[in-house]
């Protein structure tokens, strides 16, 4: 990509009046800048370098700007950050908040990565960063659970192990702090889903990433990564039990037919029950390069299909009231033929979320993003279906 892109990334010093900015690239100091619009004066953009930006997202296309004008790029341009909000509007409550927690999660990932390079090398593992990082993601699903919820359901189809680790500690996390569990429970849960299947490390690729059914011998290898996350996690300093056996149960089955140890009824405890299920739901949720993952609407009914012989009945039923009808990250239709992205659950109203709508259904086109409280007195749309992003070729990531 040249300078010529729509969407070049320049220097804050090449920022001039009639810039359309969709997004703040890097900045400098804590205070963080989530603002967008059009830049119509010098003072705004001094007000900018005052707040420590350095970097900024441009859009020509909605730029006033005559050709000379046209900024030279520093950085190669990626997806438009998409946005409605006047650069003269004060930025939404929550929005920089929603960019720390981006960081956490980002974190959280990192260390996770590193956690593992570490295993893999032989190297010694501390689990202290992690541990602190867990407690952080626990307070913040209690101040804003959906935003992370968000962050789980919005996930790259590479690196799967760290995404899915992620997701299951995040929605462990959620599912707990539903069924009202103490928060030092919560933090071991969600450690203990950031660990779960580390034994997988020792499973070799081409069982790992193997587009097609796994043949006894390789499902036989594949279900070893238990034993293995088991055995790692034994050797850990500061592992505790319910970690443990968040690594070691989650794939057992109320009718013995699970593994590594087959345990039955009474035997699987409740966190090893959460675990299941939360396992389960983002496996088939997920994307994968040789498989499409399933709408939460459809993963809720394998679990009910599975309840009772393999998963509690009571729990699935929790677990899907906790998740909502419409979960967070979610895509539906709405009656006006708009397409609009779940970003917060309504726990008295849940049919009503509130929704991002982005794009035009019967049009196919997109639409300038705006925030929709369905709850709201005067809002008439209403929920009609949730929609597979891929048939209108939408990628989510975009968009929270
Ligand atoms: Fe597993």
Do not use: W
Request: net charge neutral; proline share 5%; charged share 25%.
């Amino acid at each position: 990509m040249t300078s010529a892109s729509p969407h070049p990334v320049i220097t804050v010093s090449n920022l001039k009046p009639g810039m359309f900015v969709v997004g703040i690239i890097s900045q400098r100091g804590e205070m963080e800048i989530a603002q967008s619009g059009l830049v119509s004066n010098e003072r705004q953009i001094a007000a900018l370098v005052a707040r420590g930006v350095l970097r900024v997202r441009v859009d020509l296309s909605r730029s006033q700007l005559s050709q000379d004008k046209a900024p030279e790029a520093t950085d190669k341009p990626g997806a438009p950050i998409p946005s409605m909000r006047a650069m003269q509007e004060p930025r939404v409550q929550g929005e920089g908040r929603e960019l720390k927690i981006r960081r956490l999660y980002q974190e959280a990932r990192e260390l996770q990565g590193k956690f593992i390079r570490h295993l893999k090398a032989g190297e010694p593992i501390d689990i202290t960063p992690l541990a602190a990082v867990a407690e952080e993601m626990v307070d913040t699903m209690f101040s804003h659970g959906d935003a992370m919820l968000c962050l789980a359901r919005i996930r790259a189809k590479d690196a799967y192990l760290m995404e899915h680790s992620m997701n299951v500690a995040i929605l462990l996390a959620n599912f707990g702090r539903y069924l009202g569990l103490e928060r030092n429970v919560l933090k071991e849960l969600t450690l203990g889903g950031l660990l779960h299947d580390v034994g997988k490390i020792m499973t070799p690729d081409a069982v790992l990433n193997k587009p097609g059914k796994l043949t006894d011998e390789e499902f036989a290898i594949m279900r070893e990564h238990v034993v293995h996350s088991h055995d790692i996690l034994k050797a850990t300093t500061g592992i505790t039990p319910t970690m443990l056996e968040v690594a070691a149960n989650h794939h057992e089955r109320l009718d013995g037919s699970g593994y590594p140890r087959s345990l039955q009824g009474e035997q699987l405890s409740l966190y090893t029950r959460m675990s299941a299920i939360v396992d389960v739901y983002d496996a088939v949720t997920a994307d994968r390069v040789y498989k499409q993952g399933m709408q939460p609407t459809q993963a809720f009914r394998i679990l009910l299909k599975g309840a009772v012989t393999h998963f509690d009945e009571g729990l699935v039923t929790r677990f899907i009231k906790c998740m909502g009808v419409y979960p967070v990250g979610t895509l539906v239709l709405l009656s006006n033929q708009r397409l609009a992205l779940v970003m917060q659950r309504n726990e008295l109203t849940p049919l009503k979320p509130l929704v991002k709508v982005i794009y035009h259904a019967a049009q196919r086109h997109y639409l300038e993003v705006q925030l929709l409280d369905l709850a709201k007195p005067g809002v008439s749309e209403t929920i009609e279906s949730t929609v597979d992003p891929k048939d209108y070729g939408i990628t989510l990531a975009n968009f929270v």
